[in-house]
């Protein structure tokens, strides 16, 4: 997958932590450049999990639709027949 995201990086020899750093800073540039985009208040994304109320409205926003993106792909992997927390094998 890091392959894919990063076509022109070598990433040979490179620690999983480091490759999910250069992800990190890819996401944090992509959300800068469409909150630029799409004239949208942005101070970087802040969340701190049982306080959803001291987010800022764009994070608020951010994490309730994660919640219900998530929500939606596991009734849709849970209805064809798939356990998420076992690697999606078949429980048929």
């Not at 894919?4 to 959300?31: Q, W």
């Amino acid at each position: 997958m890091f392959a894919k995201r990063f076509p022109d990086a070598d990433l040979e020899g490179k620690s999983l932590n480091s490759m999910m750093g250069m992800e990190g800073s890819r996401v944090r540039a992509l959300y800068q450049q469409k909150a630029q985009e799409y004239g949208v208040g942005w101070k970087g994304r802040q969340f701190t999990p049982g306080k959803f109320e001291l987010s800022d409205l764009t994070n608020q926003v951010l994490t309730s639709t994660n919640a219900a993106l998530y929500g939606i792909l596991c009734s849709v992997v849970h209805c064809d027949g798939l356990l998420t927390a076992y690697r999606l094998y078949p429980f048929r």
